[in-house]
């Protein structure tokens, strides 16, 4: 159940994650998450910790609590069918190439998709270069290592971690999406989880994945 009490205090989301991660989660006995104190209490927090809102005071201070992990989060063992991974662009090289940075992110998320084949992917980066635009480029790396085209979805209008986020939120409503995952690079992901949580209102979970760089 989404909190929207813009009274919440730091020390009761803490202390209403750490309760609930030493009870430990519900997950299922196949789970593939990294089921550990840290993705358990960003679980939480993620849901009914507080970061589930739609107050952004809330957000920020919900999600400055988290700890950002390349480890998976135990969303995507709860429904991996409704739970989308989105990985973020960044800008191309004047010919269209990727640049080191955004190739990490494609790693990270092609890691993440491998052991979540069930889950639905979104590529979202819209600014092009040399006619090719960051959603394409990464669409493109991904098939050439193994993923599916089917599971991809290009969001490729957005110029900013702003527009990826509100361009991506509507694919996500328009497909029932239960939650989303969002990979990107360590110093990107905390702003991005939040502009993301801003644009979903409090609809679904947003959780994160840190792309080593």
């Given at each position: 159940?989404?909190?929207?009490?813009?009274?919440?205090?730091?020390?009761?989301?803490?202390?209403?994650?750490?309760?609930?991660?030493?009870?430990?989660?519900?997950?299922?006995?196949?789970?593939?998450?990294?089921?550990?104190?840290?993705?358990?209490?960003?679980?939480?927090?993620?849901?009914?910790?507080g970061c589930q809102t739609p107050f952004r005071e809330v957000i920020l201070t919900c999600t400055r609590f988290e700890t950002l992990t390349?480890?998976?989060?135990?969303?995507?063992?709860?429904?991996?069918?409704?739970?989308?991974?989105?990985?973020?662009?960044?800008?191309?090289?004047?010919?269209?190439?990727?640049?080191?940075?955004?190739?990490?992110?494609?790693?990270?998320?092609?890691?993440?998709?491998?052991?979540?084949?069930?889950?639905?992917?979104?590529?979202?980066?819209?600014?092009?270069?040399?006619?090719?635009?960051?959603?394409?480029?990464?669409?493109?790396w991904l098939i050439a290592h193994g993923i599916p085209p089917f599971r991809i979805t290009e969001e490729y209008t957005s110029r900013s971690?702003?527009?990826?986020?509100?361009?991506?939120?509507?694919?996500?409503?328009?497909?029932g999406a239960t939650s989303a995952v969002v990979v990107t690079s360590p110093d990107h992901l905390q702003r991005a989880m939040v502009d993301?949580?801003?644009?979903?209102?409090?609809?679904?979970?947003?959780?994160?994945?840190?792309?080593?760089?």
């Open positions: 159940m989404p909190l929207y009490s813009r009274s919440l205090r730091p020390r009761r989301i803490i202390a209403a994650a750490l309760l609930a991660a030493a009870a430990g989660a519900a997950l299922p006995a196949t789970a593939s998450a990294d089921v550990t104190p840290t993705t358990l209490v960003n679980g939480v927090l993620s849901t009914v910790g390349t480890q998976y989060p135990v969303v995507l063992d709860l429904n991996p069918f409704g739970t989308n991974i989105v990985a973020l662009g960044a800008g191309l090289l004047p010919d269209g190439t990727m640049r080191p940075l955004l190739v990490s992110r494609l790693q990270a998320t092609l890691q993440v998709a491998n052991r979540y084949p069930l889950s639905p992917i979104i590529v979202s980066g819209g600014v092009p270069q040399n006619g090719i635009t960051e959603s394409r480029a990464m669409r493109d971690t702003v527009e990826n986020a509100q361009n991506t939120n509507a694919i996500l409503a328009q497909r993301f949580r801003v644009a979903v209102g409090g609809r679904i979970p947003i959780a994160g994945v840190v792309a080593p760089f």
